[in-house]
């Protein structure tokens, strides 16, 4: 049987020239870390970092039905969502459970929906089905990720490294906020989202840019502290601040409740692929609830270990490190919802030992107000 070829994003070239150590994530050969995880982590929380993030799929949705299908296909109210904004959502299955989580970004004559990277063809696929489900609906459903690449510059410091570059005015962009404009002459879609914790910035644009754009950011933020950030950083940053990882806090047998998600599911905004299950779950509660914790005992906590409880396994770890941030082991869990509760006991199986930890609030880490 032929090994499965490994996709790579236009920068690829660039990061192992950088010297960058690669790995295979979700089908696609990508740079885990440059400098170490932990410098990495470290320059996002104090100055910045910049992320390709090129291999992460995008959905364009047109047509004068396209905010009732979005809003028919997923959780979130999308016909709230005004121009220039973004939000948060989850594409589900009839029974609730959560097929990928996902960016909606509402831009001028189109939304933008951005899917994780090893879901692109399962959820391009889905999404294609349920468009033909509604022939009288006047929507295209088109897959624009080849024609799409995606940059992230995340820390204290992006605005002021990204201002200069830009024409638009990113005071006047808020959270969660989206607008057409340029970098570095670049046509590109700029959002106020991100996944680590910090302020920062999503860039969309052309791939051919790709290359350009890398290196001129990277030049303008090096007296900033700027510095590229590979996978494995942003995995203990969007741990820190609690941000979901699909295949860890959500898979097909979870559902948003589950997850702690629910802000995210809007029952009274009519009729969505998963509503009946998704409001008989929230009505009886959930039988599962994830739960952050701390270790007590010596050890990391790793995705999969065991969780247990009077000597029985009663749940599992989705995600879990050593933060680079706090100086203490922390995880997330998934257990028994009766189980759940901050500063009850856990213990985690590490090498069949149970080692003690306790529930303690999330997300584990906020950053500063602005002074």
């Known amino acids: 049987m032929a090994e499965a070829v490994l996709r790579k994003t236009p920068l690829n070239a660039v990061h192992k ?8 994530f979700g089908g696609w050969e990508m740079p885990v870390q440059y400098r170490g995880i932990i410098d990495e982590h470290r320059a996002v929380r104090q100055a910045a970092g910049l992320f390709d993030l090129g291999h ?8 004068p039905d396209a905010t009732a299908f979005l809003n028919w296909v997923a959780t979130n109210d999308v016909a709230a969502l005004q121009e220039g904004q973004a939000h948060y959502s989850l594409l589900c299955r009839p029974d609730g459970n959560v097929i990928d989580d996902i960016l909606i970004y509402r831009l001028p004559g189109r ?3 951005v899917v994780n990277a090893a879901n ?3 959820d391009v696929a889905w999404l294609t089905a349920r468009r033909a489900e509604r022939p009288d609906w006047s929507v295209t459903v088109r ?12 820390g204290p410091r992006a605005a002021a490294i990204l201002q200069p570059l830009t024409d638009l005015n990113l005071d006047a962009l808020p959270a969660f906020g989206c607008a057409e404009g340029s970098v570095a002459g670049v046509p590109a879609v700029v959002a106020r989202t991100g996944y680590t914790g910090e302020d920062g910035f999503e860039l969309y644009f052309a791939p051919a840019e790709a290359e350009r754009l890398w290196t001129t950011l990277l030049e303008a933020g090096r007296p900033h502290g700027l510095v590229p950030v590979g996978l494995g950083a942003r995995d203990t940053l969007r741990l820190e601040a609690k941000m979901a990882l699909y295949g860890h806090e959500l898979t097909e047998s ?3 409740y589950e997850a702690r998600l629910g802000w995210a599911v809007k029952l009274d905004k009519g009729d969505f692929i998963g ?14 609830k994830l739960v952050g914790f701390k270790m007590v005992g010596r050890g990391v906590p790793r995705a999969d270990y065991p969780i247990v409880h009077a000597g029985e ?7 879990g490190t050593m933060s680079p941030t706090l100086g203490e082991a922390i995880g997330l869990g998934l257990i028994r919802a009766d189980l759940a509760g901050v500063g009850r006991p856990l213990f985690v199986l590490i090498r069949d030992r149970p080692v003690e930890a306790v529930q303690v609030p999330t997300p584990f880490y906020r950053r500063p107000r602005p002074q």
Do not use: F
Not at 144 to 153: D, W
């Open 313 to 319: 396994v009663v749940g599992h770890v989705t995600s």
């Open 111 to 113: 939304y933008l929906v």
């Open 17 to 24: 020239a950088m010297g960058a150590r690669m790995v295979e």
């Open 120 to 122: 692109t063809d399962k």
């Open 254 to 256: 979870i559902n948003p």
């Open 275 to 288: 509503r009946e299950a998704l409001a008989t779950i929230n009505a009886r509660g959930p039988a599962r």
């Open 56 to 63: 992460m799929g995008q959905v364009e949705v047109t047509g």
């Open 143 to 154: 897959d624009v990720s080849a024609a799409t690449m995606m940059l992230a510059l995340q």
